[in-house]
Nanobody, 115 residues
Framework: QVQLVESGGGLVQAGGSLRLSCAAS????????MAWYRQTPGKERELVAL???????NYADSVKGRFTISRDGIKNTQYLQMNSLKPEDTAVYYC?????????WGQGTQVTVSS
């Protein structure tokens, strides 16, 4: 049973930083890719950042240069370092992983950026 547990969300002022963590219950090397998505009320969930098993990364245009995705194979955890946060980054952030057979989601963590 794959479980993904996010942490690190919270309230921060614009211009501040947060680091989200996503701890997996299994080795993250079984995943083809891991990613962070975010969702605000009334909108579809959108891809924020993705990292492949070969450590290639991809970012939404809105976060390029501000957010960094990374992972730690020893801790079985992926991270999202978020700098220069803006009010429009306010959302519930979800951890995602896929292994070619299924897709897995965390429960989400709220990030609120005040102006």
């Amino acid at each position: 049973q794959v479980q993904l547990v996010e942490s690190g969300g919270g309230l921060v002022q614009a211009g501040g930083s947060l680091r989200l963590s996503c701890a997996a219950s299994v080795s993250i090397f079984r995943f083809n890719a891991m990613a962070w998505y975010r969702q605000t009320p009334g909108k579809e969930r959108e891809l924020v950042a993705l990292i492949t098993s070969r450590s290639s990364t991809n970012y939404a245009d809105s976060v390029k240069g501000r957010f960094t995705i990374s992972r730690d194979g020893i801790k079985n955890t992926q991270y999202l370092q978020m700098n220069s946060l803006k009010p429009e980054d306010t959302a519930v952030y979800y951890c995602n992983a896929r292994d070619g057979l299924a897709e897995y989601w965390g429960q989400g963590t709220q990030v609120t950026v005040s102006s």
